[in-house]
């Protein structure tokens, strides 16, 4: 079963959160709707900026762990190399 790392946002150079799922459409519609309880609901995380598609949840697992010790700065660095904008890439995973 393959993974997702991803990283949502309250808005552009806004508080982040770093996460993993399986489900990538599932997890953030959660996310978009207030469904997940505590530091996503709490902060208003709900755009989707950034994702990795793994082949095995277990290197999407040990990718999420890697970035969320990272410096902001690099987390932001990465965002805006796929992610120029900070749109929303929810429709775009949909679309997929």
Known sequence: MGGYVYIMASKKNGTLYVGVTNNIIRRSTE???GKVAGFTKK???KLLVYYECYDRIEDAIQ??????????EWKL????????EWRDL???????
């Open 43 to 45: 902060h208003r995380v």
């Open 77 to 84: 660095k990465l965002i805006e190399g796929m992610n120029p």
């Open 90 to 96: 929810y429709e775009d995973v949909v679309k997929q």
């Open 31 to 33: 996310h978009r709707e």
């Open 63 to 72: 990718r999420e762990k890697c970035v969320k010790e990272w410096q902001r």
